[in-house]
């Protein structure tokens, strides 16, 4: 018998599917299972003790404060640093052009509070972050797609199809979730131009690009937006709205992440803020603030890369060594993940159910497709595994890819 | 020059209002002033030695996983506390039927994501909690009103009401925020009773249930509701929501509120939160598990009760000593705030503004009026302000009040 409520929900005209991600992290907790299926970071790269210092630290300056409500915007110091980190990287940008939210899903779920009525359209990459779907399906936004190759977006798909008007361009340019490609910087350059010429703002999700592990570090599509308008030393107001999050440099337990946006853009986004959570965790923001404040940050990163780096090393030389013709992938330059390409008459579900059994896990890339492609691909991560784990789970992988090939 | 961004959201058919609250809170900081604004627990009675002894535990415990993801639906001792705590009142609550949310407001949030589509209509107090008000406003919702008195809802009113067809109504039974009122037994049964016969569900909200200063604790409308469905020993799954929170009995600044409902209920509302942020802090999670358990919450609330009541007291007797003939308030039995009503023909913003020049402040009551009514009422806030200056604040009150009845 259902209740009430649920009769409810029936009459709401939505679509929340349930996450493939989601149920299959419920097998990753299965004893002797090598998982590559979640994106978490590794817990042991987690600053504990500098977090213990930062509890003191704070208790002692602001005691019951930081237990207490605060504004909407966020921490006023975290805004400063968040400002002061984005500008050296050129681009003037001032604590009020920033909003601290509930890691960056939040800031994708703002977005999608402040601007998106039912059917309307935005355009993401062929594969995208399964987040952004998540958060947008409550709002009933329908998905046009534009290709990607080893450079990111390709530019004339992306103009093909700003016919179909979106909304906005959501892009991912540093070591993608799931594919870890990276978008040239001439690309970039193009994307800028594309979406003045159409008169279609880009959102620009950066959650790994920091995590870089070889070669120098791109301008962000911001910082290119910024240059293209040349509004030499005026604070931030282009076409380009930044997303960014502490979950993986510092903790994704403290659940913070933060908008860079055109100041009048701030402002809507606080109020949609306001009416959907008051404001984030006051004790966490502080907490941050403690923790990355005096150099922490950068010094604590390169520790970071240095990990990672290793492991995404050890994963590809086994991919290399192990993998059966016919599986090819991405050879990403930095973030948390690798994205496989299995055969075409090959469906990564039924490699997965496989893979299960012979205790290794990974994410089917079907979820990361709004079009609802993919179905030959998956998407591995290489940072909450050991090095050995990498290695013995790989070879797992690589028994399980090769039955499956020699089964006709 | 407006951005492509700021062009988007003047696209999107919204309602978001700046908050009359939010603008005034920003009067409250300035010095000498005496603020019966806000809404803000009295720091004074947060644990805070408490939770240092609880950042120790859970670091001990459990380390690094602190600052891990984890669960959307929250931590599982959590979770078991509150059903514990909850069923206590004569209702059976298992883990399932809760949901861990940041703090009460995005509980509220959750709610709009799962149950609206645009012009839906909600049955509300007259006048009811503004923060609600806010989180639907961005879903679009619509209001029907309907009248309250000493004893809560007006039955006859809702009823009437029912015509318009609401998707569920929302109810404060208990010292509602903004006019402190509780609702009495017998409206309870009656509530239960018109909502059961015209198949509309309860939205229960009630971050003051436990604070409470006279007389004995009245059931609840989900444990109502469940002895009218008479479905003994069975989990709950009725026609009630029911919303919680932390922030006025640990602290607000950890963000911890939670919901009650039917499991096929909470499932979905699962879905939406993690598109909307993933999860609760996981650290903030723990310390609210470690500061609560063995005790130490219902034994912690019995101090903030005699905290709270000596200033409601004090208020009263201000009031009684210094108000001015032809003003009159409620005499809540608990929470944080009690509710003026000025004379017909007096505007309450007005009063503010003399107010604020007395170095006073207070909330005018039409932003509780969903309906644009309340324009000679006001909200007073007694939690935030020691006894000393209740008394003094009140009387500066006062003699605005005088000054502006001798007007003509």
Known sequence: MQT????????RTQRMKSS???????LTELPDIISFAGGLPAPEVFPTARFAEAYQAVMDKVGAKALQYSTTEGYSPLRDLIAQHSTRYGIRIEPDNVLITNGSQQ????IGKVFLNPGDHILVERPTYLGALQAWNAYQAEYITADTDGDGYVVESVKTQMRSGPKFIYALPNFQNPSGVTMSLERRHALIDVADHYGVPILEDDPYGQLRYEDEH?????????????????QYSGNVIYLSTFSKTLAPGIRLGWIIAPVEVIQ??????????????????MLAYEVASGGFLDQHVKHIRAVYRERRDTMLAALDAHFPEGVTWTRP???????????PHMDATEVLKAAVAEKVAFVPGTSFHADGGGRNTARLNFSNATPEHIDEGVKRLARCLKQLLATP
């Open 4 to 11: 009430l409520w649920a009769e409810r929900f029936a009459q």
């Open 20 to 26: 493939a991600v989601r149920e299959l992290l419920k």
């Open 107 to 110: 800031a994708l779920d703002l």
């Open 218 to 234: 791109l301008p962000s599509l911001v910082t290119l937006d910024s240059q293209f308008r040349s509004t030499d030393g005026a």
């Open 268 to 285: 809507r986004l606080v109020q949609a803020k306001q009416g959907a959570d008051l404001h984030s965790g006051t004790l966490n923001q």
């Open 333 to 343: 330059k930095g973030g948390l993940f690798l994205w496989l390409t299995f055969p």
